[in-house]
């Protein structure tokens, strides 16, 4: 008798002890079957390499002219060789002109040195390709890489509207801004930082890039590569650079050392201090990688050397231009024909 009531008591202990592990497995299949269900994150191209602002456009600010009338310091016209006709630039341009934030955050509470900055960098491509004995003629191509929301390609859509126009940017808001605000039927697209274009080999008699090569690294010279591809032999790419000439002029009055240093908690490379300028550039190419962002996030310096050798590999220099852009060097090229 003893004997039965031991075995039973066993087999109930042994009952819940299964009962237990049943539940356990019961819980486990069933969180099993929920992570199943789930779908694994979709990775949109489009987000990893461009940028889609979360925001719309701002309203534009404002014509030149209705600018000019509010601002009347002289200044403003210094270094421009062509004040005689600076009126009749102005009287050209009848588009608006767009607000800080559809402008990289261009010029704070300076809007028509804005306009002019563009001005300048029109005028100086002109003459230096009128230098070169290959001026721009009506029904040329040129393409503007990196445009933003239009900052030189207005002058060519405002003083040659014969030019065939062309621009792409990686960020949405400024393809947006171009396509809605230039007087120009110009082909503006959202390209990605992977060099791709969808544009047609030989295509264009100039290509030109402002502050664009100074935020890349790796894909540097893949870049060089697309945008020889897309020129016509003979046609010219006008680049601009930021080499131990800039590397120089930084100080900490200066707006790209303020820029760095602003930005040195994402920065853990590096540590932004006066002496970092004062010596010469630590290598033939410099990158200042911003961690918080994917794309469009470095700044980067390159010797002349460096733009010589590697640069001249897809094309041929003609010149580097000192300061040809603001702080910035400017290297003219030619594809070869
Ligand atoms: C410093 S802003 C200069 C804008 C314009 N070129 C100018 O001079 O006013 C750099 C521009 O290049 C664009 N950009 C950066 N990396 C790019 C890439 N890989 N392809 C196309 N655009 C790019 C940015 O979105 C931005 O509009």
Redesign the pocket.
Known sequence: MLGTKKSSNLATEELARLRDELGTLKARLESLEVAASRKPPAINIADVCS?RPPRPLAEPIGTVRELAQKETDIDHFSGIDHEVHLEAFMDRDLQQVPALEDR?H?FPGQDLDYWLSGLRDYLRINQELENAGRPLNAGDRLFD????SG??LRHFAAQQPDIDLAC????EN?VEWVSKHLASDAYAFQ?T?IPSLPIEDNSFDLVY????FT??DELETTWLAELRRILRPGGYAYFSVQTEDTWKLLNPDHFLYGHLLYNQANLPDWEIKPELFENPMPSEKVVFRFENSSV?NTCTFQSKAYVKEVWGRFFDIEKILYCGHDFQDVVLMRKPN
């Open positions: 940028i990289e261009y890489f990196g445009a933003a900052r030189v792409a940017d990686v960020n400024h390209c930082n890039a402002f502050s664009v935020h890349m469009y």
